[in-house]
């Protein structure tokens, strides 16, 4: 997995991004959810989506992942507040050292596209789920802007066709799987939760 470009972390790292990050995109993200337990949120950058889920939730519990140093370092000052109810640390998301069935609910925030094998990440992701735990998730589509906005990112950048994530999530026997395009059918959110 390749670290964040340094554009991209910018954003993401920017007050306006995480603003709008907590403010409009996670409700939209969660679909009237609500959360307890422990999460993990996988490709977290900044932080920002989970501190927010650790304001509104407040039985909830919350270990955030990325590739990127510079953005687990940024996630753990974010989320330093929220004491042992958070943690941060470095992973590749295709490949978690993290136990199976162990997490409530796992969150994917727009980290999927930059896996070139994001169908290893998306089976990392059930894996730790326990059975009847909650996958949530948005990411970009195989569009023309997508493209041209990642354009001469390589081979580790994949986006998605809704087509492809359903049938994914069919493979690895997620149930109630709900995919809905947003935002003119620029991304996709989705949910799922594990089978039995």
Known sequence: MPEMPAVARALVTS???????RRVVLPWVLQGEHLAGEGLEIGAGSGAMTAQLLTVFPRLRMVVTDF???MVTAARHALAPFGDRASARR????????????????LSAAMLHHVGAWEDALAEAVRVLRPGGLLLGYDLLDTAPARLLHFG?????RLLRPGQLRAELARLQAVTIRIRPGIAHLVVRFAARKGP
């Open 91 to 106: 992973a590749d998301a295709t490949r978690l050292r993290l136990d199976d069935g162990r997490f409530d609910v796992v």
């Open 153 to 157: 990112q390589g081979q580790d950048t």
């Open 68 to 70: 990127d140093p510079a």
């Open 15 to 21: 007050p306006p991004y995480q603003l709008i990050a």
